[in-house]
């Protein structure tokens, strides 16, 4: 049988699953939110929270696709019964595991015509992946026999030909209403637990693009997506009224992440046309999200004087420096490493300077540059050292995380970094968080 939990959710991760889950993981942290982590992987985390989430914390998180509020669990070896092993007596008893009636009843009755359904599957093992077409369907068809016993006229929203897994896109969860009509169900296969639920919250990539290219001004050259930065930003443990530092802050994008996390924003920038196209982008922002008690400033100065232009009483501070030249071909490791050695001093010096400014227990989120060669590993930065030698300490991000016990086994913990790199660029990043000691 079904077991019906309370205040347990997916969350659907974006394609960088462990930065999403260290995103996440701190979000909640810096809330003091009490949370537990019963499952993870590469599609989905599985998480219990002592109070019911409001969902409007989609709109807050850069690596989360979808939150899906879980029904119930039905162990994972009926799953393997019914769709790996074709066995039809499994199959036929995941109509009582499922409750499927309770899912239906949540869903509204349409004014006239058909509602629109869909049905998503993520899995944590990868054999699984052909039983989750299997499973898709049926739990479309059941679906649809269950809302038609309801009087409920209803199509099962099928997918494009050659769609690689059965899952709903962001994209299309808008455009159909679905999580108006509470019309999308989601199914996560796990190790050992299958979660089956409904998605009550979405990713919307459309306000991430609005930021991303209709802000006044542009600078695609030395861009970070808005999603990376709000990333950022929550692994600094960034709250409202928190003041925020970016002291190499370009055009603004990481500000105007922070400022819409409702933060007291701090730009610097040594290029005086970067300050002025940093100050427009962020009036714009106030604007259009209406943020009327906006609280920012943004000025000229070089990171390596930077003490007496901030003041000091920063609480948290997201970056992207300098990570080098545009590369148009993979650079030999001799190359790449002359590349780190000139970064470096400006690295060092920017360290030193946070290290001052940042109040005791802050934390500081830096990207550094990650550089592919032609032959053998990447070269890196050495940045914990660095950071080390001025007095930080590193942030193991998983350290601290709740994870329930059958969950904790796992090489998490140690990690230090997270590498977040493009096929096609040469050049990616890797980011680490430090700590000033309290």
């Not at 996440?24 to 109070?51: G, H, N």
């Not at 934390?363 to 930080?392: C, D, H, S, W």
Request: glycine letters at 6%.
């Amino acid at each position: 049988m079904s077991t019906s939990p309370e205040n347990v959710y997916c969350f659907i991760s974006g394609k960088n699953w462990k930065l999403s889950l260290s995103e996440l993981t701190s979000y909640f942290d810096a809330r003091s939110c009490s949370f537990e982590v019963s499952e993870f992987s590469r599609s989905f985390f599985t998480i219990k929270t002592q109070t019911p989430l409001d969902w409007s914390i989609i709109d807050e998180l850069g690596g989360t696709l979808k939150i899906v509020e879980v029904a119930a669990f039905v162990p994972t070896e009926h799953i393997a019964a019914a769709f790996i092993k074709e066995d039809k007596a499994a199959k036929r008893q995941l109509k009582f595991d499922f409750p499927l009636d309770v899912v239906a009843d949540g869903m509204p009755r349409a004014d006239s015509g058909k509602s629109v359904f869909g049905v998503s599957v993520y899995w944590a093992d990868p054999d699984f992946r052909h039983a989750a077409r299997l499973a898709q369907r049926y739990v479309g068809s059941a679906m649809k026999d269950e809302l038609k016993e309801q009087d409920k006229k209803a199509r099962f929203m099928g997918f494009p030909q050659g769609r690689d897994n059965p899952q709903l896109t962001a994209v299309e969860v808008i455009k159909q209403n679905l999580i108006e009509n509470r019309a999308e169900v989601v199914v996560c296969f796990g190790k050992t637990q299958t979660a089956l639920g409904v998605t009550a919250a979405v990713h919307n990539p459309f306000e991430f693009q609005k930021r991303d290219v209709e802000k006044p001004v542009q600078r695609k050259m030395f861009a970070i997506p808005p999603r990376l930065s709000k990333i950022l930003i929550n692994l600094t443990h960034c709250t409202p009224g928190r003041t925020f530092l970016d002291p190499f802050c370009g055009v603004g994008t990481i500000l105007q992440e922070a400022l819409l996390s409702r933060a007291k924003v701090v730009g610097l920038d040594i290029n005086r046309w970067c300050v002025d196209a940093a100050k427009r982008n962020l009036d714009w922002i106030a604007r259009e999200y209406e943020i009327p008690d906006a609280a920012f400033t943004v000025v000229q100065g070089d990171v390596r004087e930077m003490v007496p232009k901030i003041h000091g009483g920063i609480d948290c501070i997201a970056t992207e420096p300098d990570l080098g030249p545009a590369l148009r071909e993979l650079p030999t490791a001799e190359y790449a490493q002359e590349i780190i050695s000139h970064l470096n001093p400006l690295f060092e010096d920017f360290l030193s300077e946070a290290h001052q400014v940042l109040r005791e227990g802050g934390r500081l989120a830096v990207v550094t540059p990650y550089i592919k060669v032609r032959v053998g590993k990447p070269v890196r930065m050495e940045i914990q050292r660095m950071a080390e030698n001025v007095g930080f300490t590193t942030v193991k991000p998983f350290s601290a995380t709740a994870f329930v016990e059958s969950a904790a086994d796992f090489p998490l913990r140690d990690m230090m970094a997270f590498i977040e790199v493009d096929e096609r660029h040469m050049v990616g990043r890797e980011i680490t968080v430090f700590q000033k000691p309290a």
